[in-house]
């Protein structure tokens, strides 16, 4: 089993959509989460933390849920250019990141 | 401010094959991570250097690849020999020391081994 899982998708959505993102992890000592962004052919990128009391940047909000060991990613009035891989990451102990497969994200027109 | 450099942006190359990527971190950050990731999949850690010290290299399939970060610097990931599955986009990320989890990564190496 991935120590962070994903659904890959792709999601396709409408401009305007809300669209949730869900991610689970197995190694209950991870110690924080995070969600990065990678669009196609480029790099990753940090985007945003997530905190079980609920982390909200703008559009986006990101939830921790501990008990299930599941974290998600909401975002809200989807727009073209959040159009990406949206990656699930854990941090644990020896500070390292373990990143999930990703989350395929396409909004249309 | 300068991003995390890496070259060669591309790389093509037969399989027993050798190569290496070079990366130059963030001014200031000391830490340095090579990261593989194959084509559908998340970012696989292969090492990780604090200054010129390798904090974990659990992930580097030891008997082909091998980096070294002599100077605290810039760093050298090496392939040999390169095998088919080794055909990934290698990606250096770079942070803070005591931020590892904001990590900052180049424009990785497309590398494909035919």
């Known amino acids: 089993r991935k120590e962070v899982e994903q659904d890959p998708g792709p999601f396709n959505v409408p401009e305007g959509a809300t669209v949730a993102f869900n991610c689970t992890y197995s190694?209950?000592?991870?110690?924080?989460f995070f969600w990065y962004r990678q669009d196609c052919r480029k790099e990753p990128k940090l985007l945003m933390s997530?905190?079980?009391s609920g982390n909200e940047d703008g559009r986006f909000t990101a939830q921790l849920n501990r008990a299930s060991q599941y974290i998600s990613l909401l975002i809200r009035d989807s727009k073209l250019s959040d159009s990406a891989t949206y990656l699930c990451v854990a941090y644990n102990a020896g500070n390292m990141l373990t990143f999930g497969g990703g989350t395929r994200l396409m909004v249309k027109p | 401010e300068a991003g995390v450099a890496q070259s060669p942006r591309y790389k093509i190359i037969e399989k027993r094959q050798s190569v290496a990527f070079w990366c130059n971190p963030i001014?200031?950050?000391?830490?340095l991570y090579w990261y593989q990731q194959i084509l559908g999949q998340g970012p696989k850690l292969l090492i990780q250097f604090q200054n010129n010290g390798v904090v974990d290299d659990s992930q580097l399939p030891k008997d082909r690849f091998s980096a070294e970060r002599l100077k605290g610097v810039d760093s050298t990931l090496k392939i040999q020999p390169a095998k088919l599955e080794d055909s990934a986009v290698y990606l250096c990320?770079?942070?803070?020391?005591?931020?590892?989890?904001?990590?900052?990564f180049g424009p990785g190496t497309r590398l494909t081994v035919t």
């Open positions: 997530v905190y079980s």
């Open positions: 990320a770079s942070s803070f020391s005591g931020r590892d989890h904001e990590q900052y």
């Open positions: 001014s200031g950050h000391a830490t």
């Open positions: 190694n209950s000592a991870s110690q924080s």
